[in-house]
């Protein structure tokens, strides 16, 4: 009677309060219009201390604010402690039906749990669960003890990871987002991110739009709010601590369409779905996304010095999409611009100029132009010949 009296009270602890222990309502002011930066008037009225608003084609960003504010991301967290066990089981390290071995620190975690038991073994797909749907600080301990050996280890390829796709302004110091020294993200990371899981792992990404799942006979919800009130919303993750306030990375697609909204630093649980809802309106309400240039199609002959051939053809690795504001696209215009100093040896993929898109003279978006192939360095005859030319360029 003891036992179920007090796994009752964990329960409502759980559910209620995330990764803290107590959940104290702050008042965050509305962001004034004027210091958010968008790509068309109407944004509305947000109360957050972050947000950004992403299309997931194009990359562009809709509306932002504070995009580059390092704060405490609280259970965002395990969106990355998640992508690194989708990298392992890709690479066959480990399966879902592993049977782990609950320790003593797995079973004793604070805050959100799925109520695994110190001693039994669960199999590695229902801690997957367990994280992703109930945000289970128990469960992510446990997976990153079967991973690593220990959560120092698992969080050392956290980071190793982030540093991998480009995360310049974050740093992880455990797996859970329990607050701690050193452990930052910022909205910008969070989409680059919430982006790699999508388009690497669209299985694993299924999970995210799960409402529930009971694990040791207690039934836990999924806390994004969104997912029972909006049927196009599927992902992705909550968060809450004292210091991050109530956070949410929302995805949801519409017809060809999908965009990831990041709501960092509100108030209550109630604000951080609202806030979400209201951004994620005005995107699909504003913006349309189409689709401008296949992958590999040559949009320039990029001029290279001391090649072993002048040019090399110039455009993108993957397909280019453009967002512009709905009713406008045909004022889009598509130009390149190459960088001017550019020297052999060139590999394909280096960077060797700019894509604009611009609309009424209006720059919307501007993505990399890269090399489409390898120019290796030319022979000295070659070489003393574009040292001259290039003294007069």
């Known amino acids: 009677m003891i036992k179920t009296i007090i796994q009752i009270g964990l329960l409502v602890v759980s559910l209620g309060l995330g990764n803290y222990a107590v959940a104290v309502e702050k008042v965050v002011p509305v962001v004034p219009p004027d210091q958010v930066q968008a790509l ?5 009225e947000i109360a957050a201390n972050s947000f950004l608003l992403v299309d997931y084609e194009s990359g562009s960003e809709l509306a932002a604010y504070n995009a580059s504010l390092r704060v405490d991301p609280a259970s965002i967290t395990k969106l990355m402690t998640a992508y690194v066990l989708y990298r392992e089981l890709a ?5 879902l039906d592993d049977q782990v071995l609950v320790n003593q620190s797995a079973w004793e975690m604070d805050g959100s749990r799925m109520f695994i038991e110190v001693g039994k073994k669960v199999e590695l797909e229902k801690l997957m669960r367990g994280l992703i749907i109930q945000s289970g600080n128990d469960a992510a301990k446990a997976i990153a003890d079967h991973i690593a050996g220990s959560e120092g280890a698992y969080v050392e390829r956290m980071n190793q990871v982030a540093a991998e796709l480009g995360m310049k302004d974050t740093h992880y110091s455990n797996v859970t987002g329990w607050p701690a020294e050193n452990h930052y993200t910022t909205a910008r990371d969070i989409t680059i991110l919430a982006k790699a899981i999508i388009t690497e792992f669209p299985e694993r990404y299924k999970l995210y739009s799960e409402k529930e799942f009971t694990y040791n006979k207690i039934r836990q919800y999924n806390r994004n709010k969104l997912l029972f009130r909006d049927p196009t919303v599927d992902g992705m993750k909550t968060g809450f601590t004292d210091k991050a306030g109530y956070c949410l990375v929302a ?12 709501m960092l630093g509100t108030a209550s649980e109630e604000a951080r779905a609202e806030n979400s809802q209201k951004l994620l309106e005005y995107g699909f309400r504003t913006f349309e996304t189409h689709k401008r240039y296949n992958a590999n199609a040559v949009l320039h002959e990029a001029r290279i010095w001391k090649g072993e051939t002048e040019t090399v053809p110039a455009g993108s690795m993957e397909d280019v999409y453009v967002s512009v504001q709905k009713g406008n696209y045909n004022n889009v215009k598509g130009t390149v611009q190459v960088n001017q100093d550019v020297y052999a040896p060139v590999k394909r993929g280096d960077v060797v100029g700019q894509i604009i898109f611009s609309d009424q003279g209006k720059i919307i978006q501007q993505l990399p132009l890269v090399a489409l192939a390898d120019v290796p360095e030319g022979g000295l005859w070659r070489q003393m010949v574009d040292s001259v030319k290039s003294w007069f360029n």
């Open 40 to 44: 068309a008037t109407g944004v509305p």
């Open 91 to 95: 690479k066959g390290t480990v399966k």
């Open 251 to 262: 995805s949801a697609k519409r017809g060809d369409m999908r965009l990831i909204s990041i």
